[in-house]
């Protein structure tokens, strides 16, 4: 962690012209300007576990200890300072270039060698990595552990958080505004779907034996929502593990797999499965694999993510 302090000025306009009247002029004309925004360090960050996170300067060299952070601390336009990213890190390109610092569990030594500032952990895993973290912060970094979001406010909350440690706040608060408006024009496309063309859907992140699915309080869960379309699932609540029989007593409209990046031939096996042809999902074909990252990544991207699941639900709707 660096030591001295930067006192951030504002630069003078300059203004065209000559002459001892026009340059009375300009300084009455300079003490009337509204003071220009700049990124205010030392700053103080409470983060999702509570703990007020003094960071005295802008961060040189961030590392990040989940994929969702450093999509997050990319789109603000962090690329440059991140020094390390996880082993599961696989956008934006560029990430391929930085230094990978473990998975699951972190390699300490090698954060600290990398001189880093700040480490963007996350609270899904912050609780198994108390040790590690605490052994970054006894070293002088800054840790930050970012919210675990479930909804889309709070993934906007994990984007205001990462920009306000970062000095990045403008760019956070332009990349909330942006999704915002994204998320209302795919609602207003889907406003028109009502009542018996509204379609059950069954969402599978994770293929057979062991089947999971988003139930009520989960983003996916909202995403559906937000296109007019029902969970069949929804007597579920967060990530639930559910029997097959279940799902063929729900007899969804449209079954979306989230796995294919991962599992050969996802939809194909899905389809095949004993005792599910007579689902209408399967019946009609209306099985379709969509990006994971997109869906389950709670990132800038999840609104391409909506906009891949409205299309796989409703592509009479969405892909005109």
């Known amino acids: 962690m660096k030591k001295t302090w930067i006192t951030l000025g504002l630069s003078a306009a300059l203004l065209a012209g000559c002459g001892g009247g026009e340059e009375k002029k300009t300084d009455t004309a300079k003490e009337n300007e509204p003071a220009k925004e700049t990124a205010a360090f030392p700053v103080t960050v409470t983060d999702a576990e509570g703990t007020k996170v003094e960071i005295e300067e802008a961060p040189d060299k961030i590392v990040s200890l989940i994929p969702s952070n450093t999509e997050i601390a990319f789109e603000l336009g962090l690329g440059d300072e991140i020094a390390g990213v996880s082993d599961f890190d696989n956008y934006p390109e560029e990430v391929a270039q930085k230094e990978k610092i473990g998975g699951s569990e972190f390699n300490v030594e090698k954060i600290i060698g990398l001189d880093t500032d700040l480490v963007l952990a996350h609270a899904s895993s912050a609780h198994n990595s108390k040790e590690g973290l605490q052994q970054l912060r006894d070293a002088g970094i800054d840790v930050l552990v970012v919210n675990d979001a479930q909804n889309f406010e709070q993934v906007y909350d994990s984007i205001e958080m990462i920009g306000e440690a970062t000095g990045k706040k403008k760019e956070a608060d332009a990349e909330v505004k942006e999704m915002k408006e994204g998320l209302a024009e795919i609602e207003e496309k889907a406003s028109g779907i009502k009542g018996e063309d509204e379609k059950s859907v069954y969402i599978e ?34 990530w639930a593990q559910v029997s097959e029989e279940a799902v063929i007593k729900a007899n969804p409209d449209v079954i979306v797999t989230t796995y294919g990046y ?26 379709v694999d969509v990006n994971s990252d997109l869906v389950s ?24």
Request: aromatic share 8%; proline share 8%.
């Open 262 to 287: 991962y599992t050969e031939n996802a939809v194909e096996q899905l389809m095949a499965r004993q005792g599910w042809s007579t689902i209408p999902a399967v019946e009609n074909k209306s099985v």
């Open 297 to 320: 990544r709670p990132g800038p991207r999840l609104v391409e993510g909506v906009e891949a699941l409205a299309e796989a639900v409703y592509p009479d709707v969405f892909t005109q």
């Open 205 to 238: 992140v994770s293929p057979a034996p062991n089947l999971f699915t988003p139930g009520k309080n989960t983003f996916m869960n909202e995403m559906l929502e937000l296109i007019h379309a029902n969970n069949a699932m929804s007597s579920q609540a967060g």
